[in-house]
Each structure stands twice: as structure tokens, then as C-alpha cells.
């Protein structure tokens, strides 16, 4: 990193630098006068250093610092000595030295900034994005810009090692009526007709698969046109991968083999592998989600045999009607949920459509469960056996379909570790969801629609099942989950014709839709495929998981906000009106 | 690559496998029946290799291999053998061995298909493209995709090594109305609003200087909505970079040595750096471009002074009228251009608006100039001595004002390289071409447009001219040449809000108008800017280079047609009209 400006980095300064004259350059992060010695905190990539500007060494460069403010950019030239014993900063990196200045230029004067260039600045979200770039020079964006970059590295060397081939696929795509909704961009050579910016490049990996690539992988820009969740951008990245003449039992442990070396790499932390693999149908039984947060138990836990005659019809009633009644332990809860807590935890099952939520307090304390006048003695032993109830132990029961059950518990369970303070710092707990079902019935539109997309395999001993009960074929399908959070997912894919047509019957398309849709992808299949599957990492959500951060915007150089705006460029912005001319488009007048 | 279809693969076989089982996958390359004995040429992304089924061997193989038609998917098992010595195949990697099969599987089937899979496949280009999954099975096209990964990995680790972070910048971007037409993105959030696909990551590398990031690079996907050109594509790939507190003598070495180093590892070619650096003065008066191609001479040479006063008032007019005759040596090409290639060449000058083109056959052969009656003998003869002429040359001379005299000549410089047929395979000529001009005249706007870019700095030594006299500043801008085409370029930005006001102010800006396309740019140039620069090159361009490949279509895996069409998926293709609605725009009917 020396150049014309400088021979040394601010940051990497240390005693073994100590007699030697540096050339440093970066910005003024601080700036205090003593009265003829001016101390200057100088900041670049690296770090920071403390400059001591006196007047009695160098009158000019004293003249110059004089006029300097925060963030002004500066190169200087400076010996470097070490600090008086009492004025070592252990808190600094280069705490241990300084750097004696004998001259100094000022490259660039810097208006007062309006957010403070410190960690903890707290303006607020718009004003540090609208000033994005002083946002950045923050530590600890330079540090999520590093790590970033150092994970995509590891990643494509990983692959490159394993044979993968980066391939680029292209930006300008086709428009997909199916699924999220696409961005659009209006053809000027072709008038009236659109692109599509690629939700992920599925079809084209699937087509490098049938031209014989063998192993390809993409640090992709996808696109997704939605209304902004937290955790959503509307371009966002994924490191995308397709391999063929496998099983899954191939792509899985190269699968964890890099996302070990990147938590090896980035963060010291060694991965047991391989990562244990769950049935989607035992995730749903045990925590209620398809990402089960494994890192501690509270699993949920069937009772229906024990009240499926119980006076209590709400408990019998939702047996006899195909349901479940299930159950969660929080152990030790009694006494760290206040009532109204518990009133709380109520209103959140019911978001997730639970009708109530049943509970008791296993030592009979002060909070007197309302379902003991309903439920006898010996049911409630019972429960309290299969639940190894202890006193203390708090246990909540919902009763309804397995599906609202399920979902129900597995977020309570997810609330109550939060209400019970549980410490999962530092933890990473990896699985592989598989074995999804293939298909989900769409009540609304009255069929089936692919729970993943309509190229996923099913599992072969399922195969005949596709035409007589497409409800129980399961899919080919993983995902790899971390702590409730879906890092990843992909399935082994549909490689021959007939299948792929039986596939699109069972969705309900006529073979005329799926040929206007898919046509390129049904005709390729006609040319030799080979059995081939693939999956695809959401990087953002990567980088969130290794630096323990919470706002995708927070991983991302030039995040969007909730209205799809980047508050530093104002874009979307007006286009003059002879562009839409030549693109042949005209704005809706809004009624 | 090994899974569990397959432990070897079928280009890296050889006598060292002998006596091994091997299991191999792939497609059928070709198959010839000999009665009893089937040969079946296996293709996987390493190469070929010979299987022998024999139905001695193995009945059930047999049977399944005479089923096989060509690109049907196989896996096979079965022993390496030698091959009898008048069998063994020089011209094949793996023609000293071919593989005993003992079972085979036929993974799946296959259409004939439309073209042949193979180098010298005849098809034309539609059709090719339509299927290009087929098309890029051929062995020279997965030779391409590996060498783009593989030049884009080389970059990268090269660029990891120097301290340049990847940095991703975003697609959705903001509408530029200056310089080429943008691809635009309708805003569904923001309804009447668009998004611009970016032509350049330019201004975020520079906001991201700003930031301190100090070494920014990314191998960034760029857009330019324009009429395709034979070497155009509306999407392309640039190796984008841009350093901070860098001059020219910084950049230059770094960007040689990756140059190098690529060329190293993928031809094993050693480039001799630094690479000359040549002023764009010298290169029009020596080249008449400002990309030389400097693999032959032929150079451009003014004989104004010679012919100033001569009677022939083509001549003497031009100088006369402030512009310059000059002249090119064709050595030794008497009796190797027929007076008809003589006409189309004087055709050839005038598309660069050349109003004629002169010429000597020095040895006063068959082939009369038309001019000898108009210049004195001792005019010939001065020009003789000045273009080293000798018996057998010819010379060829244009006047006219210095630019079209430059332009025409340097371009038909490159006409007669190849009509006498140069020898200038495997030579790679690099230089730098320095110190272009800040602004070019753009006559029917009637003011000056940047010619990079207007962030692009003046050289120092110029900064007074700005104001003064902007046709005489020049920029401190390089573009890297290599044998006539230009393999990137860029510059050292301005990094000082006065320069940059001024700047815009040469380009007849006002500080309105500036501040409403570029405002965050200005803005952020307020708050402490690094001395920058940097430079993109063009992938596709390098890849052409490396490979020889004259066509940018062969080089990208899923390009698109000079009408922006993708032939394998018809993109462009019609929106739905509820896509249209959410989107608020109307496609104008066609008057």
C-alpha cells in the first residue's frame, strides 16, 4: 500500500516503527490544542495513529495543523517515537507510539460533517445513509466492507479449488409472470417489450448444467421487486452454485466444508461437520419451524393421546377434528413472566392464528393456571410426566390443526428465549433441513404450487406418487439453517423431460402454459441432461450472521431503504421525457 | 470432482490408470457400431475418451449401448486399457488408453440435435445461439469459460493482494442524462420514478474513496443501451478499480503487473513491463490514433514543410490553410496492391473524409502516380529522403487539415497491414497512451464536452489553462493499448470541489445543472476528499485478446444479438398488463 503519499499506514504503526520517518496520509478522526502542541488522531483503512504537531519542531507544519478540523485529509512526514510511559493508550492500537511531525500538508479541507465518524454515532438511519460515504468511514463499516470482501474470497477460492467455474449469467433476462415480482426494463430496440432483472439465475444454471459445465458458482446480483420487510433489499446478493452427476450426499459436505472455512477464516470458530440433517417433518414436530433454532431445547412435545377424551373440549375437540394439542416446557420461567407477559405471549400465539394459549405453573405458585378447573388430576400428571415438569417449570399448550400448532409454539418457544434472557451468544448451531414436502396446496388459487420451484426433484421413492397423491411426494430439497435462520437452500433438480412434465401437470399448468413459461428450459431438457442440483447462499445474510448484526442495510455499501430509495443518490429519480419517447413507454396518469 | 456417479474423469485418463475400474459420466461424443463391438467416444468437461463395449464382455452393456444415439447422457464402469499400438490416437489427450465397459447406464436420453457438438460445426450463428447450451458443450467453448474464470480469479487474487477490497455497487442505480443512453427500471414503489442500470460503477468508487476505503475493486457488470456494434453487447463486464492517495507512477505498475501476470498464466507469454508510455500527441502524429497498434511501423510522417510552396495546391493549400500533408512508407509493396486495391483504398481514405489520397511508387514502375506531373523533382525527391523510400516502396499521402490527415492515414495504416498480409500473430504490443486532452469541441452542442469523463483531473502543469484556454488542457488520464485496441483506461480524478466546479464550468455547465445530476458528488467532495484514481477494463476485450476470438459474442455464455435479443430464452419478450399496471406505465402505441 506505499505509494507517491505515503510509506506506511496508520493503523500498522507500532514500537518496532519507533526512529524511523514515516510518510502517513488519511483524515483528521480528532484534534486537540495543548498550546503549542497540537495532538492529531490521523485515521485511514488501517487504523489510527496519534500525530504531536509541536511548534518548536517544525514552526510550519505547527502554522499548517493550526487550520486543520475534523476530516480534513492530510499527508504528513513525522518520526516515529514511543509515548511516555503514562501516556501509553491500551485502548489504541497504536496506542504504544506516536508519530513527531516535522511537515504537513493539507490534502483537502471537510465542511463540519453532519454525523459523527464514530461507532457510536447515533443520528439517525436517513441522515447517516443520505451522507453515506462519512457513514462508511466509520470502523466498523470498514470493517463489514473487509470482512465481505474476505468472504467472497474465501468462497470463490474454495470453489475454484473444488473445480466450480465462475460463470456470469445475464442482468437482462426474461420476465417470469410466476413467483415475486420482477423488476421490468422497457426494450428500446424492441418496443413494447421488457427484460426482467433475474430473481436468482436458476434456469440459466440449470442450462450450464446441460451444456456441460459440470460445476459452476456465481457471486449473483438477484433482484426481487417487494415491499420492503427488515430483512429484505430489492438487489441483493447470492453466492449461487450448480454441480452435476451428484447426490445430494455430494453437494452437502462440500456445502459445509465452505461455510466452515469461512467461520474458521473470518471469525477463529470451528465447525463440527458433517452438520446434522433433519426431515422438515421432524423440524416442524420438534421446534415448529422449518429453521429450527437448535441452540437450546424448549422443543415442543405431543399430548393429544393424553387429553384426546378430555372434559376440556377445547384440548379433546381439536383431536377429534384431526388436530393436536402440543406442548412447550420453559424451565424455571415461573416467576420471570409476569402476568401481563403471559397476556402478551397470548396475543403473539394468536398472530400466529392460535385461537389461546394454555398454561401452567408446575408448583401450583401464585400464578393459578384458568385450565386446572378443566383438565382432571391425572391428565394433568400425566402432562406434567411426559413434559418432565418440575417445579418452577412453566408449560404452554396450544390446541388447534398440527399446522397452527406447530407454527404457533415453535415462535413462542422463540419468544420465550428472548423474554427468558437466554445467553446463546457466540453459539452457531448448523443443520440441514431436508426432505421438504415437495408441493403446498394454494387454497386461493385451488392447486398445487412448488414450495421451493417447479425444477426440484422429488425423492425417487416418491416419484410414482406424483400423479395419484402429489401431497405426500417429497422433495430432493436442503437448506441449511443456523440459529432459526435460513443461510441457504437448493435442491437436486428435475432432469428429464418426462418428469419435469409431470411436474408441471401436477402444479396445474396445460403443457402449453409451462411451454410458454419454461419453453428454452423443456427444450433443453430434450438434449441430454445430467442428473444435476445446486444450491445458493444469501451472502448479506452471511455477512449478518459472522458480524452479529441485525439490519441487512448494515451489510450492504449502498443500501435501499423501505421504499426501494438510495437516500445518498436520490434514485429512482425523474427520467426526462425523450428517454420514455424512445423507449416507447409513457407514466400512467395517477386517477 | 469425484462424487458418486463417478471417480475419474474421462480427459484426465491415461496409461497410468491402466488396470484401474473407473467410473465415468458424460455425454456421447460419437459411436461407431463394428458388429459385436461398440465404440463410443465419452465427453465430460475435461475431454474425451474411448470406450469399448464389447458384447463378449458384457452382454447387458451391450444391449443398453446400442440404444445410445449421440449427446445421450452415460455413466459407465469399466477397465483402463492400453491400446494396441496401431490404435493409439496421437491427436487425442487420452489416445493411448481407452476404457473396457462393464456396465453402462443411460443416465438420459437425446433428440438429434440442431447443430453438430463439435469445433468446426458450420451452423449459423442464430441458430447456434437459440441453442446454446449445444453450443457451448464444443470443447473451444468450454475452453473459454474456463479462461474467463480463470482471468477473473487471477485478477482478483492479485487484487486482494495489493489491498484492493471487493465492493459491491448497486444495479439499481440513478438515471444519468449525460453521455450514452441508459437502460431505465420503472419504479413500482415509486410510481413516475425510474431506476437507471449503471454504464460505470464511476461515481460510487468515487464516493467510496471518500469513504476511505482507499482500494476499491469489483468485477462489475455495466449497461449501456445503445445500436450493437460487432464488439458491443448491452451488457458487459469491466475489472473496475480505483485507489486513493495515488499519482500515475502509482497506478501504472500495479495495473502492468496484472496485465502481465494474467498473460503469464493463461499463455505463458511474459510481457516486457514497464510498458512504454506514449502521449496522445505522439501517438496521432506518429499513428494517426490514439490506440496504436505498434506491432508494425509504416509510421505517419509530415512532409508539410516540404511541400508548403509546391505548385500542386492540394498540397500547399492544406499547409497554407493551417493544416499538414503527411505521408506513410508502404515498404516494399510495389506489384502486391493491384490498381484496383489502389482505388478501394482511395475509397477506404475517404470514409475518414480524406478528399483524396496520393501516392508514389518509388521506383517509378508499371503503376504511374497521377501526381508526378504536379510536384517537382525535387519536391519527389525530398520526400523520398524523408520517407527512407526505396525502389519497391510505395507512398501514400493526404492533406487536409492535421485530424482528418491523421485519422486517415493512421486507419489506412491498418488497411494496408492487412492487405500485404503482415505476420503479426502472437506479438502483443502494450503501451500507455498519456495526456489526452481534458475537453473535445463538440461543434453542434457549440461548447466542450469531457473527453473521458468530467471528474477526469487536469494535468497540474495545466490547471491555469482551465479558465484561460480549456482546448489547451491537458488530462491527466492513460488508456492501456495493446496491438490497436484499447484494453481499458482511466484517469486521476479531481478531488477538489473548486477544480471540479471549475471543470464543469469549461463544460458549460451551471453550477444548477451540475448540482442536479451530480449533486451527491459534489456534496461529498465537501467533506475531505483523498487524492484518487483508477481505471476499468473490459473483460469481454481481454478475453478476445487472450484467446484470439474476434467475435464478443464468443466469448460471453449468454450474449445477445445486435437487436438485443436472447435467442435461447426470447428476451426481450411482452410483460404481463398487471405488471404493467403496478408499474404505473402504458406502452405507447406505435403512430
Not at 499506514?9 to 490544542?33: A, I, P
Not at 420482477?182 to 428500446?188: I, N, Q
Not at 385450565?371 to 391425572?378: A, N, T, V
Request: net charge negative; glycine share 6%.
Amino acid at each position: 500500500m506505499k505509494t507517491t503519499y505515503r510509506n506506511a499506514l496508520c493503523g500498522e504503526l507500532n514500537t518496532e516503527f519507533v526512529g524511523q520517518t514515516v510518510k502517513l496520509c488519511g483524515w483528521t478522526d480528532t484534534r486537540r490544542n495543548l498550546g503549542g502542541v497540537l495532538f492529531i488522531d490521523l485515521r485511514d483503512r488501517s487504523g489510527k495513529v496519534q500525530l504531536v504537531v509541536n511548534e518548536e519542531v517544525s514552526a510550519n507544519a505547527f502554522a499548517e495543523a493550526e487550520k486543520v478540523r475534523n476530516e480534513y485529509v492530510l499527508c504528513i512526514e513525522g518520526e516515529v517515537v514511543n509515548r511516555d510511559a503514562e501516556n501509553v493508550n491500551p485502548k489504541m492500537a497504536t496506542g504504544e507510539i506516536e508519530v513527531m511531525v516535522k511537515s504537513l500538508t493539507i490534502l483537502d479541507t471537510a465542511d463540519t460533517p453532519p454525523i459523527y465518524v464514530e461507532d457510536d454515532d447515533k443520528s439517525n438511519e436517513a441522515v447517516r445513509l443520505k451522507y453515506r460515504y462519512l457513514d462508511l468511514r466509520k470502523p466498523k463499516n470498514q470493517k463489514m466492507l473487509k470482512t465481505r470482501a474476505q468472504v467472497a474470497s474465501i468462497a470463490r477460492n474454495f470453489l475454484n479449488d473444488e473445480g466450480f467455474l465462475e460463470i456470469e449469467t445475464p442482468i437482462l433476462g426474461k420476465p417470469t409472470p410466476e413467483g415475486a415480482r420482477d423488476f421490468l426494463v422497457p426494450s428500446r430496440v424492441q418496443k413494447g417489450k421488457f427484460f426482467g432483472l433475474p430473481q436468482s439465475p436458476q434456469l440459466f444454471k440449470q442450462i450450464l448444467m446441460i451444456s456441460g459445465v459440470d460445476r459452476y458458482y456465481q457471486v449473483a446480483k438477484c433482484f426481487r421487486d417487494e415491499d420492503l420487510r427488515q430483512d429484505r433489499q430489492p438487489e441483493f446478493t447470492q453466492i449461487d452454485m450448480e454441480m452435476s452427476f451428484i447426490t445430494k450426499d455430494d453437494i452437502l459436505p462440500i456445502m459445509e466444508n465452505m461455510i466452515a472455512k469461512i467461520f474458521r477464516e473470518v471469525r477463529g470458530i470451528e465447525l463440527e461437520t458433517p452438520f446434522i440433517r433433519m426431515t422438515y417433518q421432524e423440524a416442524m414436530d420438534r421446534f415448529g419451524s422449518d429453521k429450527p433454532d437448535t441452540r437450546f431445547g424448549m422443543e415442543l412435545t405431543n399430548i393429544s393421546d393424553i387429553v384426546e377424551n378430555s372434559e376440556f373440549k377445547v384440548f379433546s375437540g381439536a383431536v377429534k377434528k384431526g388436530g393436536s394439542v402440543r406442548a412447550i416446557n420453559a424451565k424455571d420461567a415461573q416467576g420471570r413472566l409476569s402476568k401481563k407477559t403471559i397476556k402478551n405471549l397470548e396475543k403473539f400465539a394468536a398472530i400466529y392464528k392460535a385461537k389461546g394459549l394454555a398454561w401452567i405453573d408446575v408448583s401450583d405458585g401464585e400464578m393459578k393456571s384458568p385450565i386446572l378447573k378443566f383438565i382432571s388430576e391425572e391428565e394433568k400428571n400425566a402432562i406434567f410426566e411426559r413434559m418432565d415438569a418440575e417445579p418452577g417449570d412453566m408449560i404452554f399448550i396450544v390446541a388447534d390443526t398440527d399446522e397452527i400448532v406447530c407454527t404457533a409454539l415453535g415462535q413462542l418457544r422463540l419468544e420465550l428465549a428472548k423474554k427468558l434472557e437466554f445467553d446463546l451468544s457466540g453459539k452457531f448451531n448448523f443443520l440441514w433441513v431436508i426432505d421438504f414436502p415437495l408441493l403446498e396446496y394454494d387454497a386461493e388459487a385451488g392447486r398445487y404450487v412448488a414450495k421451493h420451484h417447479p425444477f426440484t426433484a422429488p425423492l425417487d421413492k416418491d416419484l410414482p406418487l406424483l400423479e395419484t397423491d402429489p401431497s405426500q411426494v417429497h422433495a430432493d430439497a436442503y437448506d441449511m439453517v443456523v440459529n432459526g435462520v435460513e443461510l441457504g437452500g437448493g435442491s437436486i433438480r428435475i432432469h428429464n423431460q418426462d418428469v419435469q412434465e409431470k411436474m408441471f401437470k401436477a402444479l396445474g399448468f396445460t403443457m402449453e402454459d409451462a411451454w410458454k413459461q419454461f419453453g428454452f428450459l423443456l427444450e433443453a431438457l430434450k438434449y441430454g441432461t445430467p442428473p444435476h442440483g445446486g444450491l445458493a447462499f444469501g451472502l448479506d445474510r452471511l455477512i449478518m450472521m459472522l458480524m452479529d448484526i441485525d439490519n441487512i442495510r448494515d451489510v450492504i455499501a449502498f443500501p435501499k431503504t423501505q421504499n426501494h430509495s438510495c437516500l445518498m443518490t436520490d434514485a429512482p429519480a425523474e427520467a426526462q421525457l425523450d428517454q420514455l419517447i424512445d423507449l416507447g413507454i409513457s407514466i400512467d396518469e395517477i386517477l
